[in-house]
């Protein structure tokens, strides 16, 4: 099915591990994005990216590495994971002539660490 | 830089009533865009109803319309006919036409729609 699908959509990992969440896309939007949601502060840009190989930090990048190497993937590294990094976090896509309808969000990956 | 600021971390109205809630803003801009996401338990993000700054008309989604300020920098919801499907977490969020497509949040309104 057509769409933006996030995994794993649950995960507990270990403070200190490396954790990967993934995004995919099927719309070959070119813009994509990470948030994270946390209470009392909405959702906060982690990374962006205007294209494949080209991607930019948004208001809280510390402790997050990403890459996208095809323009349908935009996968979100955790290099060594912390409990503040608990969290739910979103992919979101979009193409840019499309802008007055904002984004389209996947599903979410909820994200503890212990 | 760009902020949204919802005042309200929580509200509730009784069925069938009507609730307003509210949405304050700042920039320097004067080409943007403002949206209403509506956030279920479910956690799937859904796009309410979206408003463009030139516009001087305030958008109207069936029982979902918008208090468009520009002046104020405010854009509140308001929701008619409340339904207990309605509940969910509200956010308000800005989109600048020169910073890369990239959406600012408010912190959220959680609202409870009671029997």
């Known amino acids: 099915d057509a769409g933006i699908t996030q995994s794993p959509r649950y995960k507990i990992t270990e403070t200190g591990r490396q954790v990967t969440l993934m995004c995919h896309q099927t719309?070959?939007?070119?813009?994509m994005f990470w948030y994270r949601q946390d209470l009392g502060h909405g959702l906060r840009l982690i990374y962006y990216s205007a294209a494949a190989d080209i991607t930019d930090k948004g208001e809280v990048p510390d402790g997050y590495v990403v890459s996208r190497s095809k323009t349908e993937n935009f996968p979100l590294t955790l290099e060594s994971a912390t409990r503040s990094q608990t969290s739910v976090y979103f992919c979101?896509?979009?193409?840019?002539?499309?802008?007055?309808?904002?984004?389209?969000f996947g599903s979410g990956t909820r994200l503890t660490v212990v | 830089a760009q902020t949204v600021t919802q005042s309200q971390p929580e509200m509730s109205v009784q069925e069938a009533e009507t609730v307003t809630l509210s949405c304050t803003y700042d920039?320097?801009?004067?080409?943007?865009?403002l949206f209403w996401y509506k956030q279920p338990p479910s956690r799937q993000m859904i796009l309410v109803i979206r408003q463009e700054a030139y516009k001087q008309q305030n958008a109207t989604e069936n029982r979902f319309s918008v208090n468009f300020q520009k002046a104020a920098k405010s854009f509140s919801l308001k929701i008619s006919d409340s339904q207990l499907g309605d509940t969910a977490m509200y956010f308000c969020?800005?989109?600048?036409?020169?910073?890369?497509?990239?959406?600012?949040f408010g912190q959220g309104t959680e609202l409870s729609v009671k029997p």
């Open positions: 979101a896509s979009s193409h840019p002539p499309d802008r007055v309808y904002g984004y389209t």
């Open positions: 920039t320097s801009e004067s080409n943007y865009y």
């Open positions: 969020a800005f989109m600048s036409y020169n910073q890369g497509g990239k959406l600012i």
């Open positions: 719309w070959s939007h070119s813009y």
